[in-house]
């Protein structure tokens, strides 16, 4: 089981639309948890990142943790075109400053 | 804030040669720093982790020889890539850990072109 798991799509959205980016972890000392979006050629950028459990929002976006299920999400409401993108959910673990990556989830924004 | 930068953004060298990359925390200081690498289409690689006055760690399978990595101060990192060779082509991205928020910021990476 990998440690960290997204579904690596595509995953096409509509514009306007919320996108919605799963992800689950399977090591409960993860305790920080970060959402990056990466464009093709480019490198990671912090969209979000979330501590505690329930939301967390900023701008069009959302993210959601709860620890007891192991899984943390990114919504991101009137999606636009400039959304589509790879991205990828990240973890680290109490007494590691290493991030551990998922695959990432290719997103899509059809005009 | 929290701006990483990164130079050259692009290099393409002769095989044998070796090639520096800067990494830099612009508005912060960063006492930890990554390296990674990234082939078209997968997912970053974890090369090392680079602290401030002290040794970089590997990662398992990481040539240390190959990949020199120094840290002299709280807002640059190098790495050296020695007697690059094609197979060394990659895109390499460095990111600095702001303490206080216990984020990673990437700088925007560098693309090596080994002839």
């Known amino acids: 089981q990998k440690e960290v798991e997204q579904n690596s799509g595509p995953l096409s959205v509509p514009e306007g639309a919320i996108a919605s980016l799963n992800c689950t972890y399977s090591?409960?000392?993860?305790?920080?948890f970060f959402w990056y979006r990466q464009y093709s050629g480019k490198s990671p950028e912090l969209i979000m990142s979330?501590?505690?459990?329930g939301d967390k929002e900023d701008g069009r976006f959302t993210a959601q943790l709860n620890k007891a299920s192991q899984y943390v999400s990114l919504l991101i409401r009137d999606s636009q075109p400039s959304d589509s993108a790879t991205y990828l959910c990240?973890?680290?673990?109490?007494?590691?400053?290493?991030?551990?990556f998922g695959t990432g989830t290719r997103l899509t924004i059809i005009p | 804030g929290a701006v990483v930068s990164q130079h050259p953004s692009r290099v393409i060298c002769k095989s044998g040669t070796s090639v520096k990359i800067e990494c830099r925390s612009l508005?912060?200081?960063?006492?930890?720093m990554f390296w990674y690498r990234q082939f078209p289409k997968q997912s970053l690689m974890l090369m090392a982790t680079?602290?401030?006055?002290?040794?970089?760690?590997?990662e398992q399978g990481v040539e240390k020889d190959k990949f020199l990595i120094n840290h002299a101060s709280l807002t640059l990192s190098t790495l050296t890539v020695t007697s690059a060779h094609p197979e060394d082509s990659s895109f390499y991205i460095c990111?600095?850990?702001?303490?206080?928020?216990?984020?990673?910021?990437f700088g925007p990476g560098t693309r090596l072109t080994v002839l």
């Open positions: 990111s600095a850990l702001a303490g206080d928020t216990d984020t990673q910021y």
């Open positions: 090591d409960r000392g993860s305790q920080s």
């Open positions: 979330i501590y505690s459990n």
């Open positions: 990240a973890v680290t673990i109490i007494g590691n400053e290493k991030l551990t």
């Open positions: 508005d912060f200081q960063a006492t930890t």
């Open positions: 680079s602290n401030e006055g002290s040794k970089a760690t590997y």
